[in-house]
């Protein structure tokens, strides 16, 4: 409904006729203004307040069905003015049928112009007034839909980036345990156990979810525990991270795709033992965490998509907005992934 603008849960109901009190209230003191009898002022205020109900009623059903727009906005003017007349009209019938005063019927005669061009901007400026809101409530129903579309294609964004990871670390894992089933094939069966009990643990999860740091850390170890399979006890990891920050909350499976690029650079690309550092500390409003490992600058470039690192960055730029909360340096054959946590409490 078109004056349904000026709805709301809870005072919507009072304000038409609130607004029908404030009409008869500066009807019936204006009238006595003019020095009309008390009992006249009372009978032509309560009927002049419901021409005027009656008026928006009419307005309300009228704009309800057919909301002027470009072109038609004239009726706006037009169809207040008109319905204005005839209620001035109907006001003036009733009264000179109901009183025979004389003075009285003067004055309703000669303020009827008067009351015809109050009675009309009032009407004219409700409609217009209707109009605006209603149309700022459009706006804003389609923002809020706007919101919620984008909302949805974050969300679907993200769980198509957590749906990719897991193939792309399967992917990985299936090739190793391809090259060891005939050389190693004892190693092989272990692999497979705990690819299976990893997946088992990370799958099951809500994708929208945080979790804790530490149950990060145990995730962590399991998928390290499947690359040592490989690499033995050339892979060596360090984890630097308090018990005081175990409970800090990060996106799930948000630290495994930067070990998993320091493995894929550090071991493919120097030979002998490697040791990644994983550290973790609070700064200010986020939590920092840090992988650090060797790489030979003159190696060849190891092969790939670059996913996981790219996977992180988007993730963190659909979550927080930001595309400053990973960063990537090299220096004296070390290579760092910095990432920076927000925590919101």
């Known amino acids: 409904m078109f004056f349904n603008a000026f709805s709301n849960p809870k005072l919507g109901k009072w304000i038409i006729p609130g607004t029908g009190v404030i009409w008869f209230l500066g009807c019936f003191l204006l009238l006595r203004r003019y020095d009309v009898e008390i009992e006249h002022a009372l009978i032509d205020a309560f009927i002049f307040s419901l021409v005027f109900l009656g008026g928006i009623f009419v307005l309300d059903r009228v704009f309800s069905l057919f909301a002027p727009k470009g072109k038609n906005l004239w009726l706006?003017?037009?169809?207040?003015l008109i319905l204005s007349w005839i209620g001035v009209m109907a006001h003036r019938y009733v009264l000179v049928w109901g009183f025979d005063e004389e003075e009285y019927l003067d004055f309703l005669?000669?303020?009827?112009y008067l009351r015809w061009t109050i009675l009309a901007m009032a009407e004219q400026l409700i409609s217009v007034l209707a109009l605006v809101v209603s149309r700022l409530e459009v706006q804003e129903e389609v923002r809020k839909r706007e919101a919620q579309m984008l909302q949805l294609s974050k969300e679907a964004e993200l769980a198509q980036l957590r749906q990719q990871l897991q193939p792309h670390f399967l992917f990985n894992s299936l090739n190793s345990i391809n090259a060891l089933v005939v050389s190693q094939p004892k190693k092989a069966r272990e692999m497979v156990l705990q690819l299976s009990e990893f997946l088992r643990g990370t799958i099951r999860k809500d994708a929208q979810k945080w979790i804790s740091l530490e149950e990060e850390l145990n995730y962590?170890?399991?998928y390290l525990d499947i690359e040592r399979v490989r690499f033995g006890h050339r892979l060596e990891v360090d984890f630097k991270v308090a018990e005081e920050y175990y409970q800090i909350k990060l996106p799930q499976l948000l630290i495994q795709p930067l070990v998993e690029n320091a493995i894929k650079?550090?071991?493919y690309g120097v030979t002998g033992e490697v040791k990644i550092e994983i550290s973790g500390r609070k700064e200010g409003s986020h939590f920092i965490l840090e992988v650090l490992n060797p790489f030979d600058?003159?190696?060849s470039a190891v092969e790939g998509t670059g996913f996981g690192l790219s996977s992180v960055e988007r993730r963190l730029f659909l979550l927080f907005g930001r595309t400053d909360l990973l960063e990537c340096e090299a220096e004296d054959h070390i290579f760092k992934v910095r990432l920076k946590i927000?925590?919101?409490l």
């Open 76 to 80: 706006l003017f037009a169809v207040p």
């Open 342 to 344: 927000p925590q919101f």
């Open 297 to 299: 600058p003159e190696s």
């Open 109 to 112: 005669t000669k303020s009827f």
């Open 265 to 267: 650079h550090g071991l």
């Open 220 to 222: 962590l170890k399991m």
